[in-house]
């Protein structure tokens, strides 16, 4: 890509396009960690010191990072580690672990893989331990410096934080969280997790080791802060190589913004959800409307991609059943037409289903019971039908009372669109009951 200055001669506009959808597509798809994270200054100061008292003077420490998915807890990490980093002293001499509680499901598996990521397969050997705290111990121990008389600092990073309490006796948390408040190694660990009550899950004699610091990441901007935001994430910077062209882009940018259907459209999105990762997720639809022939984006590009943000999460997993699936989704949308919503079973439901097969020569739908068990199955898995009352576990399942999740415009509007939907399928939901 050419390295032009600012000042240099306009490029061609198709270079333009080309290069704004590189820069806001790396922005906007994550590739690229922000120089500096809007609106968690306070969080990221806060954790960057904690962080260099272990990396710098050898402190040991524990934190919590908690906030819900998508509020840029893993972000946050990132951009401090990165910032750690830049310290000639601290990368050369940092260990890190990382491990994830949807990964290593038990506290052998994590300290397996502890070894791993320490480089220690080979100290480690096929010697046996007594215990976790012993095998631990022995990892930190090998850790030691030539002339063994310091520690190199180790950040010990636990994603799904919550998870790891739920392994045996809480051992690796225990352990850890032992270590960090002893003198024995400088160990940071940092717990990452989307559970508020996490304290709540620790034993006590676990809890009483951690240290009690927690950075939220529980921002909730107001709607002129959001829709700031969305004009910052979309405008280009000052280093774009043509000026011109960056100028008019950010003039367009803002009045898009000031649109007033787009603000509306924009204010549905706010209500329903406030993060960073969904916001990208419709602007990097509007971005891929752009094109030579359209270098910016028009509010209606916004509002169709709204839309298609917007499109009922049901109705798209719809588009994931079978036809045996979807055809019983259809006979309880009969059943529902008929008995006004009130609860049927299982049994009514197939019976439905074989006055329809019934009506057709051909064999092709000939399904076994307990397949057709196994797809209502799947259905209440995809909580698409739910039992109307749980307690009643007693009555045999065909015989449970059930209820039809989606409305009927849901089911029609998504059978519209189902791929390959067999003709006489979509006529027998179109039809009367009967
Ligand atoms: N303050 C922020 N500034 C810029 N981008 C952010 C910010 N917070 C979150 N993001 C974006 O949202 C995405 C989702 O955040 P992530 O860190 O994966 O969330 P979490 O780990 O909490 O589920 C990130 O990749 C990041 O690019
Ligand atoms: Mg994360």
Redesign the pocket.
């Known amino acids: 890509m050419s390295k032009r200055k600012a000042k240099d001669a306009p490029l061609p506009v198709g270079e333009c396009i080309s290069q704004v959808q590189d820069i806001l597509r790396k922005?906007?798809c994550?590739q690229?960690?922000?120089d500096?994270?809007?609106?968690?200054e306070a969080q990221h100061k806060h954790l960057l010191g904690l962080l260099k008292r272990t990396a710098v003077h050898g402190e040991s420490n524990s934190v919590l990072?908690v906030?819900?998915?998508?509020?840029?807890?893993?972000?946050?990490?990132?951009c401090v580690l990165r910032d750690l980093l830049e310290e000639k002293e601290v990368e050369k001499n940092l260990l890190q672990v990382h491990l994830n509680g949807l990964l290593q499901t038990d506290d052998r598996i994590a300290l397996q893989e502890m070894t791993r990521q320490l480089h220690l397969e080979n100290v480690v050997g096929d010697k046996v331990f007594g215990s976790f705290a012993e095998n631990l111990c022995f990892l930190l121990e090998a850790l030691k410096k030539g002339d063994r008389s310091s520690s190199r600092p180790v950040l010990f990073v636990l994603?799904e934080f919550d998870l790891f309490a739920h392994h045996k006796n809480q051992t690796l948390l225990y352990n850890l969280f032992d270590v960090s408040q002893s003198a024995q190694a400088p160990v940071a660990v940092v717990g990452?997790t989307?559970r508020l009550d996490v304290l709540e899950l620790l034993e006590k004699r676990v809890k009483s080791r951690f240290s009690h610091r927690q950075i939220h990441?529980l921002?909730n901007p107001t709607f002129s802060q959001y829709l700031e935001?969305v004009q910052t994430?979309l405008s280009l910077q000052d280093d774009f190589p043509d000026e011109t062209f960056a100028q008019d882009w950010n003039a367009s940018v803002k009045t898009l913004c000031e649109d007033k259907s787009v603000q509306d459209a924009l204010q549905r999105h706010y209500n329903s959800s406030k993060?960073?990762?969904s916001?990208?997720m419709l602007l990097m639809l509007c971005l891929s409307r752009v094109s030579v022939a359209k270098p910016a984006i028009k509010p209606a590009d916004l509002l169709e991609a709204s839309r298609m943000c917007l499109i009922d999460a049901q109705a798209n997993m719809l588009h994931g059943l079978s036809i045996l699936e979807l055809c019983l989704i259809i006979a309880m949308k009969h059943l529902n037409d008929v008995y006004e919503g009130e609860p049927f079973n299982l049994q009514m439901v197939h019976n439905e289903f074989k006055k329809f097969l019934q009506r057709k020569s051909n064999s092709m739908y000939n399904f076994e019971q307990p397949v057709i068990m196994k797809a209502f199955e799947h259905l209440q898995q995809l909580e698409m039908i739910r039992p109307v009352d749980s307690s009643s576990v007693k009555t045999q399942r065909e015989y449970q009372l059930m209820r039809l999740m989606l409305d009927n415009t849901q089911v029609m509007e998504a059978l519209q669109k189902y791929p390959q939907c067999p003709t006489d399928v979509k006529q027998w939901a179109m039809s009367a009951y009967g």
Do not use: A, W, Y
């Open positions: 922005r906007l994550h690229q960690l922000p500096t994270p809007e609106g968690v990072i906030g819900p998915r998508g509020s840029g807890k893993t972000m946050l990490l990132k994603d990452v989307c990441l921002s935001r994430q993060n960073f990762r916001n990208h």
